[in-house]
């Protein structure tokens, strides 16, 4: 077995760890924990060597397996400090027998700075290029293209029984209020409200139910029962409306993340341009240029 596989099994332990450790022994009281949060605390030391608690924050912001991420820090709190004991050990023993000056070890580092190096230059970048104005800029941009479903504001009566629902319609035909209906005869939930549900889009509702509803116009209400799995409607339209675009907050995280990806993009691209690039194929040969697609001449003017 070599190496790089006992060190994948070890990997692989540590998750085993953590996930059996959890549930139980991992929970701190929550004032410790949130004391503990706003320092970087020394949380232990091995053999003199102190461990931090940002040490512990980064193992737990890099898990490999996003389940361990997921899982608050506070409750895997124990089994993660044991597992940074364990590397703690581990790597002292390593530049004991001098492998910290390993080739693979070095190449295995730089490869992996240079990820981080990659990481946190585009953060910053990013950070730097979005401020709140670029953000609302974008907002205005979504707004002015947004097209929001049509939604309806209405009431219902629910029966048990075509009967009884019948005798619910033949009541409105006579002039009895809709509200004072739903909240005498209904058996939904939102009978205290008069039957009304607020405001709805086609999909949030069944199907049957749905379609008789945005079959109706502003004020009317259904002359024949509607049946759902739910028991017997009698439907009132009291309102439509376009949906209106989510707010700036609601959506200021991802135009964030679209922003920042086109950023990170140009960057790049910039880059790219200006840099001298050599590819090579699998075999250590040159990579042959890509052509550009052949550019389609424009159609003749047709003769008159």
Same mark, same amino acid.
Request: proline share 5%; glycine share 6%; no cysteine.
């Given at each position: ?38 320092? =970087? ?8 060597? %102190? +461990?931090?608690?940002?040490? /512990? $924050? !980064?193992?737990?912001?890099? @898990? ?54 990659? =990481? ?8 730097? %290029? +979005?401020?709140?104005?670029? /953000? $609302? !800029?974008?907002?205005?941009? @979504? ?162």
């Amino acid at each position: 077995m070599t190496v790089f596989s006992i060190g994948r099994l070890a990997a692989a332990a540590s998750v085993a760890l953590v996930l059996a450790m959890a549930p139980g022994m991992g929970v701190q009281p929550a004032g410790a924990a949130e004391k503990d949060a706003a320092k =970087d605390a020394v949380i232990a030391t091995v053999n003199g060597d %102190k +461990i931090m608690l940002s040490e /512990l $924050k !980064a193992l737990h912001a890099d @898990f490999p397996q996003p389940r361990i991420r997921q899982i608050p820090l506070a409750r895997i709190y124990k089994p993660l400090l044991e597992l940074m004991i364990q590397i703690k050990l581990l790597s002292a023993e390593g530049r004991k027998q001098g492998l910290d000056k390993d080739k693979e070890v070095v190449d295995r580092v730089d490869s992996y700075r240079s990820r981080v190096l990659r =990481d946190i230059y585009l953060e910053r970048f990013v950070d730097k %290029k +979005i401020d709140e104005a670029a /953000l $609302k !800029a974008a907002y205005d941009e @979504f707004v002015k293209s947004y097209k929001g479903d049509e939604e309806i504001r209405a009431r219902h009566v629910l029966v048990k029984d075509k009967k009884e629902a019948m005798a619910v319609i033949e009541a409105l035909e006579k002039g009895e209020k809709f509200e004072e209906l739903a909240k005498s005869k209904s058996i939904g939930p939102s009978k205290a409200k008069g039957g009304d549900l607020g405001w709805f889009s086609r999909k949030q509702m069944v199907k049957p139910f749905a379609d008789a509803a945005y079959a109706l116009k502003k004020g009317e209400h259904s002359k024949t029962p509607v049946k759902t799995q739910f028991g017997w409607h009698v439907i009132q339209v009291t309102d439509r409306r376009t949906k209106p675009a989510p707010t700036f907050e609601a959506t200021k995280e991802k135009l964030r993340q679209q922003l920042g990806r086109k950023v990170a993009v140009a960057e790049l691209a910039r880059l790219q341009k200006d840099a001298k690039i050599e590819r090579f194929q699998i075999d250590g040969k040159p990579m042959a240029a890509e052509k550009e697609p052949a550019k389609k001449a424009p159609a003749a003017p047709e003769k008159k």
